[in-house]
Nanobody, 122 residues
Framework: EVHLEESGGGLVQPGGSLRLSCAAS????????MTWVRQAPGKGPEWVATIAAAGGSTEYADSVKGRFTISADKARNSLYLEMHSLKSEDTAVYHCAIGDRDEVAASDGLYWGQGTQVTVSS
């Protein structure tokens, strides 16, 4: 029933920008905190950002703070991640996920989408 589908990834040069989208269905989108997590080649999952269902407050990993912006459109059941000043170390598969940072870490991918590849390279 629950379905999350990411899009918007691709190849971009260092310093460039991308906007990722996540289309959600099968659950009450507006009732859940939502998170972006990424996984680089040969690395474990890394939390990126979370937006709260109540109030819309946001939290970011130190590595992306000031460069990335998470947002949600509850009317369209969509989650977004705007990425600017991209670096090679941002290269990863980016997943949207249901829940806050701790819930996503504990779920071990249960509530993740399939992901979209972001490659930052010259």
């Amino acid at each position: 029933e629950v379905h999350l589908e990411e899009s918007g990834g691709g190849l971009v040069q260092p310093g460039g920008s991308l906007r990722l989208s996540c289309a959600a269905s099968g659950f009450s989108f507006g009732s859940f905190d939502m998170t972006w997590v990424r996984q680089a080649p040969g690395k474990g999952p890394e939390w990126v950002a979370t937006i709260a269902a109540a109030g819309g407050s946001t939290e970011y990993a130190d590595s992306v703070k000031g460069r990335f912006t998470i947002s949600a459109d509850k009317a369209r059941n969509s989650l977004y991640l705007e990425m600017h000043s991209l670096k090679s170390e941002d290269t990863a598969v980016y997943h949207c996920a249901i829940g806050d940072r701790d819930e996503v870490a504990a779920s071990d991918g249960l509530y993740w989408g399939q992901g979209t590849q972001v490659t930052v390279s010259s």
